[in-house]
């Protein structure tokens, strides 16, 4: 199993600014792809963005970047000049390519201050 | 458009009963998933199955039932075993690729008093 980490249960962030979101997860998995989530007041769960446990390169999808740090076994999110409608719960979450189970952290909650 | 739909988004019920939440897709995805949502909580794994008449218990699969007669369907039954259900109930399906994520419906919400 895996177990995933979000250290910070809420954060907030003036608007235009970039924002870091923490994650960790613990695995001895050797394939797997971590994977994060927004989800606003409205429930709907949104992806946003994926990194390969192989990828040499950190992914980017707009204005959202993974910071993969493989060795501290940290998949951090980096959100760049801030929005008021950034303003939600944001999950990081894992899948080991042996299984189809997909774990998730607890959740950061981030507010985008006007 | 491809999908995933849940109904209803709200329901209430009466402790006691039984009742059962709908999720159907037509991403033609083989895996099929239920999570449970507490407020201001992560998502919690109820069952999940990989193939039409399969399925396996996640983490809090206890006062749950579900079936798969079905690739397009998944329908959660939480049965009046279950001590707490009022919660937020997220279905999703997933392609099944390594970088496939998990595409989620709307989510229904339950409340049992």
């Known amino acids: 199993a895996q177990k995933i980490t979000q250290t910070q249960p809420g954060m907030f962030v003036q608007e235009k600014e970039a924002v870091t979101l923490d994650c960790t997860y613990d695995?001895?998995?050797?394939?797997?792809?971590l994977f994060w989530y927004k989800q606003p007041s409205s429930g709907e769960m949104i992806f946003l963005i994926y990194?390969?446990?192989?990828?040499?390169q950190n992914a980017t999808e707009g204005r959202y970047s993974l910071n993969f740090q493989k060795a501290r076994k940290s998949a951090n999110l980096v959100i760049s000049a801030s929005q008021l409608g950034d303003s939600a719960m944001y999950f990081c979450?894992?899948?080991?390519?042996?299984?189809?189970?997909?774990?998730f952290g607890s959740g950061t909650k981030l507010n985008v201050k006007p | 458009d491809g999908g995933i739909t849940q109904s209803p988004k709200y329901l209430f019920r009466k402790e006691g009963q039984n009742v059962t939440l709908s999720c159907e897709q037509n991403l033609n995805h083989d895996a099929m998933y239920w999570y449970r949502q507490d407020p201001g909580q992560g998502l919690r794994l109820i069952y999940y199955s990989q193939i039409v008449n399969d399925f396996q218990k996640g983490d809090i699969a206890e006062g749950y039932s579900v079936s798969r007669e079905k690739k397009e369907s998944f329908p959660l039954t939480v049965t009046s075993a279950q001590k707490n259900p009022t919660a937020f109930y997220l279905c999703a399906t997933c392609a099944g690729q390594p970088n496939s994520p998990l595409h989620f419906g709307n989510g229904t919400r339950l409340t049992v008093t």
């Open positions: 695995t001895s998995d050797q394939s797997y792809g």
């Open positions: 990194q390969g446990s192989y990828d040499e």
């Open positions: 979450a894992s899948l080991p390519y042996n299984f189809n189970k997909f774990y």
